[in-house]
């Protein structure tokens, strides 16, 4: 409903690189991962309204650096696109203009370490 948000632990997604044990996020290394998009879902159907999306991702690199690119995809088109940049929140507001599978890709950069903690969804409308 407008107003409740729902949170979904990092691992719960497709993903490669590996679990953090300290954490619980998605570790992604630079040397292993590809440059690709190699964390994705929930490609799971939403409610028609306007959603707040967040990626919390910590990362050790100097802020500004690019860490990878976040996109949002439904009904075969792009919903929303947004840079990661260490040091910067990793937020975006999309519209689903029906009741869609949404797909939420996040394509690495390979610039630094990264851990994605989680994915945080709240419905505006």
């Given at each position: 409903?407008?107003?409740?948000s729902d949170e ?63 996109t949002v995809r ?52």
């Amino acid at each position: 409903a407008p107003g409740e948000s729902d949170e979904w632990p990092a691992p719960s997604f497709f993903h490669a690189g590996y679990t953090d044990p300290a954490g619980g996020g998605v570790a992604l290394e630079p040397d292993r991962e590809p440059a690709e998009a190699i964390f994705y879902g929930p490609n799971m159907p939403l409610e028609p309204g306007r959603y707040d999306l967040e990626l919390p991702i910590v990362s050790p690199a100097a802020p500004g650096t690019v860490l990878g690119e976040l996109t949002v995809r439904g009904g075969g088109r792009e919903l929303g696109r947004r840079r990661a940049m260490a040091g910067e929140p990793c937020r975006m507001t999309f519209d689903v203009p029906a009741s869609l599978p949404i797909r939420l890709d996040f394509i690495y950069s390979r610039e630094s370490r990264v851990t994605v903690q989680k994915v945080v969804l709240r419905r505006e409308s």
